[in-house]
Nanobody, 115 residues
């Protein structure tokens, strides 16, 4: 079983930056592919970015060039650096992973981009 805890959300002005963190429990973090999703009010949850155990990354087109996902296996932590934030980035952000066919989700952290 994997427990995930996100942090780092908040209120930021358009054009600003935030860094989200997600800490995972357990000793298997280094072999897990980690993902970030987001869900805006009234919208479906959407995938944002992913990073494999080997460090390969990929991004949704809507955030490519503005967001960067990274991981620190020594700290069991995955990060999402968000730059040039736009109002449409406002959402609850979740980290997620899958192990033996079971999906694990954090509780989410709210990001609000507004002037």
């Amino acid at each position: 079983q994997v427990q995930l805890v996100e942090s780092g959300g908040g209120l930021v002005q358009p054009g600003g930056s935030l860094r989200l963190s997600c800490v995972a429990s357990g000793s298997i973090f280094s072999i897990l592919t980690m993902r970030w999703y987001r869900q805006a009010p009234g919208a479906q949850r959407e995938w944002v970015a992913g990073i494999t155990s080997g460090g390969s990354t990929n991004y949704a087109d809507s955030v490519k060039g503005r967001f960067a996902i990274s991981r620190d296996n020594a700290k069991n932590t995955v990060y999402l650096q968000m730059n040039s934030l736009k109002p449409e980035d406002t959402a609850v952000y979740y980290c997620e992973t899958r192990n033996y066919g079971v999906d694990y989700w954090g509780q989410g952290t709210q990001v609000t981009v507004s002037s």
